[in-house]
């Protein structure tokens, strides 16, 4: 192997190991927007089963 190919072959593999360090990085992001937002919405669903549910006797056992 010449020295110009593999000069060629390292900047290849650092374009690629930076592809690959960027495409992790995005899929933690998408990850953890994705957790936080399912549990806004387990929360949201929570208040608004709470708030929509009739409650027909409030009697208090004392």
Known sequence: MNAVAGIGLSIF????????L??????LFIM???IKIAFRAIKALDIYIEKNTIVEDKT???
Request: charged content about 5%; aromatic content about 10%.
């Open 13 to 20: 593999l650092v374009i690629y190991a930076v592809f690959v």
């Open 22 to 27: 960027v495409l992790v990085g995005l899929s």
């Open 60 to 62: 208090e056992i004392l």
């Open 32 to 34: 953890v927007l994705g």
